[in-house]
């Protein structure tokens, strides 16, 4: 079956612009992770929705930072005035309900130069 | 805040060899820990998840322990071969429901 997917692969973008990151689920996962991966790190964690209400954004760095996730299903990871510190690999998760094993997709590497 | 420590940091084996990857974690009220794999410039592959009750778990060469109450977990791989040759990184779910990982382990097997 389709695992978790994300879109670009990768985003190279100029420092202030504006992006965005989508993420598409395993089908029937109710909950969904946003992580960022800077390099030699591991993941951090950003913000996770349970449906369709960001159940946890305690992550997320600053105001610039904000996702979404209408119908409880593709969510999107929306960065403003972008700086050269954001640029890292952002990774999705999904999972049947909180508690349960997560799954990773690729993740998107964005670049602010 | 929940802190996930592995070490070594980087492991360089001969192919054929057993080997022990550590993982320890400052707060023992976890609900589960996970063992990922991550490849060069890849996603995170789950390798294996032990809920909290749970002392081991095994799926083929892999075999992942867990102490909740020391705050440990261990994942041994047997006869490691060069396919294994990745950053392996450990993970603990509290109740914040995100996960907390650690660095990884870079493994390299040489043939």
């Known amino acids: 079956g389709a695992g978790v997917s994300q879109t670009p692969s990768n985003k190279v973008t100029e420092k202030g612009k504006y992006v965005e990151l989508r993420c598409d689920p395993i089908s029937g996962h109710t909950a969904l992770y946003w992580y960022r991966q800077s390099l030699g790190q591991g993941p951090e964690f950003l913000i996770y929705f349970q449906g369709t209400g960001a159940a946890d954004d305690s992550g997320l760095p600053n105001d610039r930072f904000f996702a979404v996730r209408p119908e409880g299903s593709v969510s999107t990871l929306k960065i403003q005035r972008t700086e050269r510190g954001d640029s890292a690999v952002y990774l999705c998760?999904?999972?049947?309900?909180?508690?349960?094993?997560?799954?990773f997709g690729p993740g998107t590497r964005l670049t602010v130069l | 805040k929940q802190e996930v420590t592995q070490i070594p940091a980087a492991l360089s084996v001969p192919e054929g060899e057993n080997l022990v990857l550590n993982c320890s974690f400052t707060d023992s009220a976890i609900y589960n820990l996970q063992w990922f794999r991550q490849d060069p410039g890849k996603g995170l592959t789950s390798l294996l998840l032990?809920?909290?009750?749970?002392r081991e778990q095994t799926s083929g060469r892999l075999n992942a322990s867990l102490d909740k109450s020391s705050g440990r977990s261990t994942l041994y791989i047997a006869a490691s071969q060069p396919g294994d040759s990745a950053t392996y990184l450990c993970a603990v779910q509290t109740g914040a429901n995100n996960l907390f990982f650690g660095t990884g382990t870079r493994l390299t097997v040489i043939p």
């Open positions: 032990i809920q909290s009750s749970q």
């Open positions: 998760a999904s999972s049947l309900s909180q508690e349960n094993e997560q799954f």
